[in-house]
C-alpha cells in the first residue's frame, strides 16, 4: 500500500512539473492525454466489471474534454473552427455519459479515435511551429 501511495505521489509531482514548465501548446497536448488515458481506463474498469472506476474515469473524461480542452477554444480568434470543435466536444461529452449509462466501450472508443485525430493533428500544429522557429533562428 505504501509503495503505491508513494508512486501516485512521485506521478503527482511529475505531472505537475511537466504543467508548470509546459506552454500553452504543449498543456493542450497533455489534455488530449490525459483524456485518452482517463477513457482507456473506464474501458478496462467495463471489461473488469468495477463500475466504480468506470464512473470515475468517465467523469474526469467529460471534465477534461468540457472544462479543458472546450474552455481553452478562443471564441474570438477561432471563429468557425472554434465553434465546430466546441461542437464536436458536446457529443463527445455526449457519447461518454451514454458509454456510463449503458455500462459500453463503443462510444469510448469512438471517443478515443476521435480525440486521436484531434491530438495528432494538434501535435503536428506544434511540431510545425516549433521548425519555422528554428529556422527563423538559423
Request: with cysteine; aromatic share 4%; hydrophobic share 50%.
Amino acid at each position: 500500500m505504501f509503495a503505491r501511495q508513494s508512486a501516485a505521489a512521485y506521478a503527482r509531482v511529475g505531472i505537475e512539473t511537466n504543467v508548470a514548465s509546459a506552454n500553452p501548446h504543449q498543456l493542450v497536448l497533455m489534455l488530449f492525454d490525459g483524456a485518452l488515458l482517463s477513457i482507456n481506463t473506464a474501458a478496462a474498469a467495463i471489461e473488469e466489471n468495477d463500475m466504480s472506476g468506470k464512473i470515475r474515469h468517465v467523469t474526469k473524461a467529460i471534465e477534461i474534454i468540457s472544462m479543458g480542452l472546450k474552455a481553452s477554444l478562443d471564441q474570438n480568434a477561432g471563429g468557425e473552427l472554434a465553434d465546430r470543435l466546441g461542437a464536436l466536444y458536446d457529443y463527445m461529452c455526449l457519447r461518454l455519459t451514454l458509454a456510463n449509462a449503458q455500462n459500453s466501450t463503443a462510444p469510448l472508443t469512438e471517443v478515443a479515435g476521435l480525440l486521436r485525430e484531434l491530438r495528432d493533428a494538434w501535435a503536428q500544429i506544434s511540431d510545425a511551429g516549433l521548425n519555422e522557429a528554428r529556422l527563423q533562428e538559423a
